[in-house]
Nanobody, 124 residues
Framework: QVQLVESGGGLVQAGGSLRLSCVAS????????LGWFRQAPGMEREFVAA????????YYADSVKGRFTISRDNAKNTVYLQMNGLKPEDTAVYYC?????????????????WGQGTQVPVAS
């Protein structure tokens, strides 16, 4: 079992930056691939970014490519999402997720463990 707790959300102006963190407890952190997803009001949860077990390989949704960066620190059991150049359309609840594996997953269905989410409202 893996428990995930996100933090770092909050109101930000368009063009601003935030760094989300997600701390994991439970089994060996480096055994998991990690992802960030988001869900806007009235919308389905969507993929944002994912990273492999070592942190060497990452993948991004087209909508955030070049603005967001996912990273992980296996010594701290933490995955991060650095968000720059935020836009009002980035407004959502952001969730981190974990799945056993070594590469990365894009599909929401691959992820077994989820955090409770952190809100990121972006004001225009």
């Amino acid at each position: 079992q893996v428990q995930l707790v996100e933090s770092g959300g909050g109101l930000v102006q368009a063009g601003g930056s935030l760094r989300l963190s997600c701390v994991a407890s439970g089994r060996t952190f480096s055994s998991y691939v990690l992802g960030w997803f988001r869900q806007a009001p009235g919308m389905e949860r969507e993929f944002v970014a994912a990273i492999n077990w070592s942190g060497a390989t990452a993948y991004y949704a087209d909508s955030v490519k070049g603005r967001f960066t996912i990273s992980r620190d296996n010594a701290k059991n933490t995955v991060y999402l650095q968000m720059n150049g935020l836009k009002p359309e980035d407004t959502a609840v952001y969730y981190c997720a974990a799945a056993e594996g070594t590469y990365y997953y894009i599909s929401i269905h691959k992820y077994t463990y989820w955090g409770q989410g952190t809100q990121v409202p972006v004001a225009s």
